[in-house]
């Protein structure tokens, strides 16, 4: 059964820092892992979505980061905002073939002014 | 760009009342899942159907059943709701199968049992 781990749960840093989100999962044949925002209360916006066969995606500021045999996905964000703030989820299919994603707990991201 | 429609976004129902929520996929979507969220809880896979069959099953409970249409617009059924099932569902979209696309999620449909 696939496993997905989110450290940190929370982090709090000062605006225009950069940061790293870091996803483990237990289960390694993934053909794509998502990274997800959630804003309290509201759906799930997909940042970016890496294939197996891909190491990193950039969006703007963000990079993901897959390591496909170690089970371990980055997300890097670059000079943070406070528009950022958000929970932070990465998700992973549930096996080989699977249709549904196995999400983590989430990091919840705070960026002071 | 056209994005995944949930209807309704907020839902209030009593104890062993039944609800109806529906999906509409972004076009050219074949495939259909549901997820429930509960509060503080990161979200759980229900169901999912491709071309009208479905194609995952997750933690489902028996008291809900769930299709997808012809017009690829799918319908989670829950009867005999419980306090428990007080939650965010959200839908998502994409295509092919398996998928290698993107999930595409909809805005969700809070549901308050009383």
Redesign the interface.
């Known amino acids: 059964k696939q496993e997905v781990t989110q450290i940190p749960a929370a982090l709090s840093v000062p605006e225009g820092e950069n940061l790293v989100l870091n996803c483990s999962f237990t289960d390694s044949a993934i053909?794509?892992l998502?990274w997800?925002r959630q804003d309290p209360?509201?759906?799930?916006?997909?940042l970016l979505?890496i294939?197996s066969s891909q190491r990193e995606q950039t969006s703007g500021r963000l990079n993901a980061s897959l390591d496909k045999s170690s089970g371990r996905s980055t997300l890097y964000i670059a000079a943070s905002q406070p528009g950022d703030s958000a929970t932070y989820?990465c998700a992973v299919?549930?096996g080989a073939?699977?249709?549904?994603?196995?999400?983590?707990?989430?990091t919840k991201l705070s960026v002071i002014p | 760009a056209a994005g995944v429609i949930q209807s309704p976004r907020h839902l209030i129902k009593e104890k062993r009342e039944t609800a109806t929520l529906k999906c509409y996929p972004i076009p050219r979507h074949d495939?259909v899942?549901w997820?429930q969220q509960g509060p503080g809880?990161?979200?759980q896979?229900l169901i999912?159907f491709?071309e009208k069959m479905q194609?995952?099953k997750?933690s489902i409970p028996d008291r809900f059943s769930a299709q997808q249409f012809s017009d690829y617009h799918s319908e989670l059924n829950m009867s005999s709701l419980e306090l428990g099932d007080s939650a965010?569902y959200?839908c998502?979209s994409s295509r092919g199968?398996?998928?290698?696309?993107?999930?595409?999620?909809?805005?969700?449909t809070?549901l308050t049992v009383l």
């Open positions: 053909y794509n998502q997800f209360g509201k759906g799930l916006t997909s979505l294939q989820l299919p549930s073939g699977s249709y549904q994603l196995t999400f983590g707990k989430g | 495939t899942y997820y809880q990161d979200p896979f999912s491709y194609s995952d997750g965010l959200f998502a199968r398996p998928s290698t696309d993107t999930q595409y999620f909809g805005p969700g809070r």
